[in-house]
């Protein structure tokens, strides 16, 4: 094992985070398998609605007869494809922009960080919200909104990162030796951006988790019939207090997976940069 | 006479990741009133260690052992927390720390850091809250005039950073002056100061000392300044105490062997320039006997089975090695 | 010192700048002709182009930036498609309870989180440390939206301590409104009842809302006070006998709130996108709620509106917090 993963493995915080993470991915993958009722994703049994927590239904069922505990399990997959998406897109756009603007400089550089800039001046939410009705709501237009949302992030990271070792000794030797631009780039000023890179993602994963979710409540994101648990959570409110039930599960479900993706992603930050640990 | 501070038999002990490290091991010292005592030894030898058991503020891992601090007749070791804040901390025992770049708080203004240590601990004179206040003003600006600082009115306004470092070592030593002490600790003083500086420091201790009444317990790696500025002079190696003695006899006749070395390193004295052969063990491992005799040059076979007692050399100092038990 | 805020605001201008640019370019060019969605789907091409003139779609871009930005200068964002009102005034209308709201919230998560990340510095790798990073960790984690709905399930349907939604209730006469803010009003026009009504309806939404912010400004904290008890300075203020408890809460805490008031002004973002969710689901009459409305209902002008206000209240708050910085840390200030 590398020391840096012996490093990770005596963070307990950081294990449980990655416990719950590959969890998580187990059940979006074999979800299917796993639900008792996955024919619960849509059908409906009128006869047994918002029945209590038992045995047969451990969270109970929902207004349309479905088995929730079912619908959580089938959500996962959902939500994971959502935040993957997000983050995998936001990557795409944000970093070759943060590694342009940080190795060119110039007024392209200047441009490019003004509009991140910009974007960032605005709550994410706000902006994604906004974006998400402009393109007409649809899971589509939300996970869109969110990637056009998310980018600067990235990008400003990277761009740190680049203008940090552009300026420094190495890159300076490999231009006196004549290597060229692209060539520095992506040998040698690309392989060192990636571990900020993936500390950033893995926290956007648990935080886009939670954007999207709030964009499903809001009626931006999934529509029914999708188990989704941020919709399911809106459609809940009609029948409360009586079928506590019906929130309470979607939302630890919520709950656990943000937490497992930040568990993971605050112990990933502390191997690649110990200067911003959170305990000593 | 009395001794205004005495240290008997210290032992203090840090629990660590890798086991439990006798830090200070037997450490012997002791301040006549009105004098000056240096403390030598190398980087590590538990100097700094020494310093914070005296003032109580040892890091939280580390534990007192065995041994007696005695200051102005009480034991140190028996008073609590908050009585060592209210009782000796800062009104009776003034600290000047090594480097002052870093000893002050670099968000408050220098005034209001004075301050504060006067507000719990200089003598009110029977005056109350502003004219109380007025009257520590009145006093600081007359030691920070004394001390040499310049325009001292306007030096309470102004922060840390807008002081060189030797205008924020002679702030240092005012407000160790402050509460009127009997007792001042210093600790390396001079150490992070370029070389003018340092000797303008240690002129204007010298001078404080007699003016104030002080003892003074001075630590510090370097015997120049011990020659310039102490009258007696404790030796440490590794935890332990060596050899103790007025400065002229110690300096001059020389008996523990690693004084001997210590004083052939330093390159003012050096007859010829050498090293001492080997390094200082580590706390965690410390041998049994004298810790410094696996880097002895007159090693016998009795020096590693059981600490030496303490006997007294020709010169008069106190020395603790077995050729002169 | 002015010298210091003056150059903060100049720095945020570029920002500002920025901020009409991309929204210029979201309402004007992308994604689709705005002049479509007014006239209808059954609108002839002649009629698309009249309407076209008459928005001054068919001018340079560059004019059409210009008179944007004149508009926007001049606060005049139309009316709004829903309430047929001038957008200005209605969000003028809902400033002070999204106000009193983020305040509470924010003032909350000060006022218990300072003291408990000390509280967790003093006591690190003990158990009130790790039951603190826990729950800061679930803060961090639990979604608002579900958290309200908890909060109203156990205390307003099941336990009845606390008012479900809105600002007043129903049975209680609003008082006079001089100032606009509830809690304020009711106290000049002396009605007791309605300010502790109005007291008890804000408990639930400003917790809500505090919650995000809590955890952060609860970790900040206690990291903040870890780093500067490892300072000289601490060591020596110990020496020359400090009182400990004016050593803890004077001088190691303002040396740590510099990390903690940053993250304060990035507190800001999550607050108001917070705010949105939280007002709609508590059906507090601000801003947010107003928002989540106009982004139903597809009513631009009001999205474009507050868009532009969330942002310049980002600059504002960023100008404000490295002004608290500069004001705490004297060093900043001499650097400028």
Redesign the interface.
Known sequence: MSPILRKLSHDVPAMVGLAIVVAVVFIAVFGPWLAPFPQDAAASHLARRLKPPTELYPFGTDNLGRDIFSRVILGARGVLQVALTVVFVAMAIGVPLGLVAGYRGGWLSEVIMRVTDAVLAIPQLVLALALAQLLTPSLESAMLALSLTYWPFFTRIVYAETRRLTSSLFVDALRGIGANGGRILFLHILPNVISPVIVRATIGLGFTILVAAVLGFLGMGATPPAPDWGLTIAESRTYLPGAWWYATFPGLAILLTVMGFNLLGDGLRDLVDPRLRRSR | MIPILSVRDLKVSIKGDEGIAAILDNVGLTIETGRILGVVGESGCGKSTLIRAIMGILPRAARIEAGAITFEGENLLVFSETELNQRIRGSRIGFIPQDPLLALNPVFKVGTQLLEIMRDHAPDNGLRGAARKRSHVARLVGLLRRMQVPDPDAALERYPHQFSGGQRQRLLIAAALACSPSLVIADEPTTALDVTTQNQILLLLRELVAEFNLSMLFVTHDFGVVAELCDDLCVIYAGQSVEAGPVDAVLGSPAHPYTRALLACHPERASSFRGIPGSVPSPLAAPPGCRFAPRCADVLAECVKQAPPAGHAPSGAVVRCVHYA | MIRFILRRCALAL??????L??TFL?THVV??DPSAALAGDAATPEQLQRLREQAGLDRPVWEQFADYTAKVLRLDFGESAFSRRPVTLDLAQRLPATLTLTVAALAFSILVGVPLGVFAALH??EWPDYLL?LVS??G????????A??L??LFS??LEWLPLRGELADTIARPPGVTGFLLLDSLLALRLDAFRNALAHLVLPAFTLSLGGLSSIV?FTR?GV?DTLQ???V??????????S?LVWR?VL??SVTATITQIGLLF??L??GG??VE?IFDWPGIGSY??QA??T?D?QV?LA??LL??VI??VVNILTDVAHGM????LL?KA
């Open positions: 570029p920002s500002l700048f920025g901020l640019v991309v979201l994604p689709n690190h790798n990073r960790v679930l961090a984690a639990v979604a608002a939206f579900w958290f709905i908890m109203q399930i349907m099941q970790r990291a870890l300072n000289d300075f060591l020596y203020e110990r020496a020359m006998g400090y009182r400990r004016r001088y303002r040396n973002g999550g108001i996108a949105v969710v709609s928002t989540v982004i139903l597809g631009r999205m507050v868009t969330v942002g980002y600059a705490v840390d004297p060093r001499d």
